[in-house]
């Protein structure tokens, strides 16, 4: 790869932010302790931790570049021959894992994957940034996924390689927010929307990276949890400093807002998340939606879940035109395929960038 810039990282730059990225560090809840300054300063642009760093027009280039290759997936099918995608999945993932690995072997490139915990040098006791220190000697981009909460913020500050956030805990997953964010776009657009996200708002990461980057878009977001389980106060108070991009309101009934949403985004609640069994036992089962729910909704209404379900979704919305979900998890490769040509766009050679 060519060197092009004073951080002397590489690569096509599209993310743009560097203060915002320093902002998430100092906002990452105590989780990751000692980042001095002079460590946010070196945080490479290019690595992409949280929604929060993608602007309005930073969302419109992937989206765009999306719908291109997905309009012709043949004219990129050689683009990134030579490049290799390091994946390290601490937590499992099937949509996730599987559509960057397609995505990086339908630009032509192949992936190094760490495999399971269990068969990997972290089973020693190895620690993430040496971890991933190693691996970015292997490739050109990295991918993690890992439990911890802030984890991806410490493992960017050791690779110059691209990062992606492919989920950190109860944080954030913004390549998940693109492809919500795609989706919606197709059905229902990103103008004037009023969307409704339900189910585990406290614990699920693709809730509190979306409605971040909705605020660019003034879409009027819903809130829709037990109490229990709703956003976290740090994200609310976020949401607002957004200013008049965050138009956000907190239901504990699906029924109060349903009859005016576009989009209704459901979530599953996250078992692995609870610190005690016997709370989620409290919540299972709670906002459900069916067939009968649905007699309130507009015929228009679009149906997303970042999958997988466990029982938020009865099986019969399927088949109606509301079911969005599976073309969600399909649009995961055009814009996995976006997100990575952008990254490494200079070793395609045909980017204009
Ligand atoms: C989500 C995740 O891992 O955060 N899944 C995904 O990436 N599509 C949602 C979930 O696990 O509930």
Redesign the pocket.
């Known amino acids: 790869m060519d060197s092009t810039d004073t951080n002397g990282g590489t690569g096509t730059r599209f993310l743009s932010l560097p203060s915002r990225v320093t902002r998430v560090v100092a906002s990452s809840n105590g989780e990751i302790q000692g980042l001095g300054k002079s460590q946010h300063e070196r945080m490479r642009h290019d690595h992409l931790i949280t929604s929060k760093q993608l602007s309005r027009a930073d969302i419109e280039t992937v989206l765009d570049r999306a719908a291109e290759i997905d309009a012709d997936p043949e004219a990129v099918a050689d683009r990134h021959a030579n490049a290799l995608l390091g994946l390290l999945f601490f937590e499992p993932?099937t949509?996730?894992k599987m559509s960057f690995e397609t995505a990086m072997k339908r630009l032509g490139g192949d992936v190094v994957d760490m495999g399971s915990v269990e068969s990997s040098s972290v089973k020693k006791g190895e620690t993430l940034a040496d971890t991933v220190r190693v691996i970015e000697g292997y490739a050109d981009a990295l991918v993690l996924r890992h439990p911890k909460q802030g984890s991806a913020t410490m493992a960017s500050e050791f690779v110059d390689v691209p990062l992606l956030n492919a989920?950190d805990g109860a944080g954030h997953?913004p390549t998940?927010t693109l492809l919500d964010l795609y989706t919606i776009r197709e059905n229902a657009g990103l103008d004037d929307l009023t969307i409704g996200i339900m189910g585990d708002l406290k614990y699920?990461?693709?809730v509190h990276s979306l409605s971040y980057a909705l605020t660019n878009f003034g879409a009027r977001q819903h809130f829709i949890s037990p109490e229990s389980l709703q956003l976290p106060r740090e994200v609310v108070y976020d949401l607002h400093q957004a200013g008049e991009g965050a138009q956000v309101r907190e239901h504990d009934s699906l029924e109060d807002v349903l009859s005016s949403l576009d989009v209704l985004y459901v979530?599953?609640i996250?078992r692995e998340r609870f610190p005690d069994e016997n709370e989620y036992q409290k919540i299972a089962g709670e906002y459900q939606i069916d067939l009968e729910t649905l007699e309130a909704a507009s015929d228009e209404l679009t149906i997303m879940h970042?999958?997988?379900r466990v029982d938020e979704i009865a099986p019969e919305i399927d088949e109606t035109e509301h079911a969005a979900y599976f073309e969600q998890a399909h649009n995961g490769v055009p814009v996995r395929m976006a997100l990575l040509d952008l990254l490494l766009g200079e070793q395609g050679g045909e980017t204009d960038e």
């Open positions: 993932s949509r996730t989920g997953h998940q699920g990461r693709t979530t599953r996250q970042p999958l997988p």
